[in-house]
């Protein structure tokens, strides 16, 4: 195999492990999110709690303060009950009589009232016993969390050193400059940084190499870039000819399509080998993913 189909080799070789990378960083990324979400609805729950402890206090102090006026009235009517037979005249009997029946009265309203507040302690008993439970099944949600937590990002980690390690491999290989090629894109388009052309089509912008360039690059003297999109490209057929899995690779890439506001009218001959235009940097390949979790 050439030089020149060898550094390709490892060009590609080198975009797979930080595809890979990149989907495992994410991965670490959304660990801590999750777990914010998990922990802030924890702290929901608290809260709710406290609120609905309050109250209890509350409406157990209101219940304390009526049993306790309740008793006062009745060992008042009680007193007076006694009082009555020592009546010196009939007014003096009416009007005690009269003190007594308010104060029964207010008794029955007493009576009334620790009533109504026997029903609310029920209802917010219950409410508090029902938050109880789901905050349980949260808190073992939580802590089964922080277990797998632990443990898939054990997992990323390591396989996140082996890449770094596979990486390193394949950067000896590339000649530096090329290399410092691939990182200056990588660094500002999104993934993947090197693709194939296939019947003269770039497969990184879907837009049609100019022909001057497609020579070149059918020659595989020069790791070139597209002139539209400015990531390296290398013809398929280089790879058709030989047992390469690239072959395979090529056949099955899929590649991000780029933004409306890409230049659609078709290559610039013009812009070819100059330094690579950079004005779409903004956006990702995972800005339609689904996290619904
Ligand atoms: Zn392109």
């Not at 670490?28 to 609805?41: I, T």
């Not at 937590?149 to 950067?171: F, N, P, V, W």
């Not at 002139?227 to 490209?233: E, G, Y």
Request: proline share 4%; hydrophobic share 35%; with cysteine.
């Amino acid at each position: 195999m050439s030089m020149y189909l060898e550094q390709i080799e490892k060009l590609v070789m080198l975009q797979k492990v930080d595809g890979e990378i990149i989907v495992l960083e994410e991965e670490l990324g959304s660990m801590p999110r999750e777990l914010a979400e998990l922990e802030a609805r924890n702290a929901e729950f608290l809260e709710r709690k406290a609120v609905l402890e309050d109250k209890l206090d509350i409406l157990k102090t209101q219940r304390k303060r009526l049993d306790q006026e309740i008793e006062d009235s009745t060992s008042r009517i009680k007193k007076s009950k006694n009082k009555l037979m020592m009546a010196g005249n009939t007014r003096e009997y009416h009007a005690m009589m009269r003190e007594m029946d308010n104060m029964e009265k207010s008794t029955r309203n007493r009576e009334e009232e620790k009533v109504a507040l026997a029903e609310e302690l029920e209802r917010q008993t219950a409410l508090l016993d029902e938050l109880q439970k789901e905050h349980a099944e949260l808190t073992a949600q939580l802590e089964e969390y922080q277990t797998s937590l632990k443990k898939r990002s054990a997992t990323a980690r390591k396989r996140l050193d082996e890449l770094q390690k596979e990486r390193e491999g394949a950067c000896v290989v590339v000649p530096a400059p090329v290399l410092k090629r691939y990182e200056f894109i990588r660094e500002r388009i999104s993934n993947p940084v090197i693709v194939p052309v296939t019947a003269g089509v770039c497969s990184g912008c879907f837009i049609q190499i100019p022909p001057q360039a497609f020579n070149d690059l059918q020659k595989g003297e020069t790791i070139l870039s597209c002139p539209n999109c400015q990531r390296l490209i290398y013809w398929c057929e280089h790879f058709q000819a030989c047992d390469s899995p690239l072959a395979a690779a090529a056949a099955v890439r899929t590649a991000t399509p780029l933004d409306d506001d890409e230049d659609e009218a078709g290559p610039d001959d013009a812009g070819y080998d100059e330094e690579p235009r950079y004005d779409d940097d903004n956006h990702s390949p995972d800005d339609d993913r689904d996290d619904d979790r």
